[in-house]
């Protein structure tokens, strides 16, 4: 199943139904590395470097992964080359999370070393899903 459509799905099923509170959603991104910050954010600035820390959870600052399953997870994969520096530094990889009402109902992990992508289903258990 391609990342795309299972963001068709994923869309469809969370389509609001009239009646009911607008669901509040989220991208939470969570890098693993040994070294101590994201190495492309400190090149950025101070600030940056300061929100976007490795090791812990941050909300994604693209307003698209925020909205939509689909691109959320695929910002786990890039995000974990990014945070590296292309050479002598590396992050093991990220998660990616997509949360809806507090809940995270889908997530991904993003292997640096294989550069593959593995989808999850909210909670601990993981398939791969992207080459």
Known sequence: MNIKFLGLIIA??????????ESKTACLIHVKT???FCVSAARISPQA????????????????ANM????CLERALEYANWC???AGIKTTGAFAYFVVDGR???NAY????????????????FTRFKD
Not at 53 to 60: E, G, L, P, Q, R
Request: no cysteine; charged share 15%; glycine share 10%.
């Open 12 to 21: 469809a099923i969370a389509l609001p139904i009239t009646g009911f509170a």
């Open 34 to 36: 040994n070294h101590p």
């Open 49 to 64: 470097a300061n929100y976007y820390k490795v090791n812990t959870s941050f909300a994604d600052s693209e307003g698209l």
């Open 68 to 71: 939509n399953a689909a691109r």
């Open 84 to 86: 590296g520096d292309g």
């Open 104 to 106: 995270s109902v889908i």
């Open 110 to 125: 993003a292997d640096t070393a294989t550069q593959k992508t593995s989808i999850g289903d909210g909670l601990a258990r």
